[in-house]
Each structure stands twice: as C-alpha cells, then as structure tokens.
C-alpha cells in the first residue's frame, strides 16, 4: 500500500499535472472514465469552477446530483487518476452508474492504484454521509471488478443494459481503514 497517494480536490495549481493526465487519455484513444474527465480543460479555470459548483450542488442539470470529484496525486504531485462521487442515487445511477466512479491514467495501470484509489474515495464518500457505496463495472472489465472485490465489494443484482451490456453492481461499506 502506497502511503504517499492521495486525494486532492481539482484546483488551479494542479493545471500542468492534470493536463499531462488529460491528454495522455486523449492520446490513448480510450473511453475517459470517469466521465467528469471529459470536459474540456482548455478553460482550466472554468473547469475547475465547474466541479467546485457541482460538488456544492450549484447549477445541476435536471436529472442530475451533486457530485464530487477528486484527483490521485502521488508524491510528486503526478495525477495519476480521478475518481468522481454522485452524493445520491437516480434511478439510472441505481442501475449502471453507482456513488462512484474512477479510472487510472493508461501508463499507471496494473499498479495498484485503482485499489488505493477507490479505497480513498470510500472515505470521502463517507465523509458526504454515503455509508454504503454503491460500485458498479461492466462484465467485460475484471480489472475493476477484482478492484472493487479487493475493497470489500458485495455482489448484488445484475442489471443488463438494453445493448444487452451486463452491469455488474456491487455495495461497499464506506470509509475502509487501512
């Protein structure tokens, strides 16, 4: 267990380090999760005020909940991957999104790090008053599975997609100690 990761909120000063971050996954052609990474950073201001806004509640979307986002650091300040954490649950987060959702950068994958990763978000999501997270990954992706497992994930009931994609949905205690 790496001690010298952690979880910081999006801020200004981390510009250079999360865009090193964004734009590796831009060139790796892959689908960017979580789904807050999507967003345009060329506006980093913005961007940031942006997540300050959502994990405050201000401006969502009807359909939407607040939700928070954090970045991996380790301790040279690298951001290594982020992770997103929807306070409550609509009925499609219910189903295929969950309370939480992360993804590590390409090259730090098969590290550890999505272990570590999701284990710090369960305390924040503890600290937002979410007991009992609720994590959720495709059939297909054993990495995040075996991920949220190593958390202490319990498998609850599938939920099969109209592609006919099988969401497989796990609960997970919050706020793990180490």
């Known amino acids: 267990m790496n001690k010298d990761l952690r979880l910081i909120e999006p801020a200004i000063e981390w510009q250079e380090n999360y865009l090193s971050f964004y734009q590796e996954w831009v060139d790796s052609g892959e689908q960017m999760t979580p789904w807050v990474i999507e967003k345009d950073p060329s506006d980093f201001s913005a961007m940031v005020q942006y997540l300050e806004n959502n994990s405050k509640g201000i401006n969502i979307p009807d359909g939407f909940v607040p939700d928070s986002t954090f970045w991996l650091i380790n301790e040279q300040g690298r951001v290594l991957g982020a992770v ?3 306070h409550a649950l609509t009925e499609l987060l219910r189903n295929a999104g969950g309370h939480i959702g992360y993804g590590i950068r390409p090259s730090e994958r098969q590290k550890g790090y ?6 710090l978000a369960l305390g924040k999501a503890k600290e937002l008053g979410i007991q009992h997270s609720l994590v959720v990954c495709d059939q297909s992706n054993t990495a995040s599975m075996k991920t949220i497992l190593n958390n202490g994930g319990v498998e609850d009931e599938d939920f099969v997609e109209e592609d006919g994609n099988v969401v497989k949905r796990f609960w997970v205690n ?3 100690d180490d």
Do not use: D, F, P, V
Not at 114 to 119: F, G, V
């Open 84 to 86: 997103n954490i929807r």
């Open 114 to 119: 999505a272990t570590q990763l999701l284990r």
């Open 174 to 176: 919050g706020g793990l």
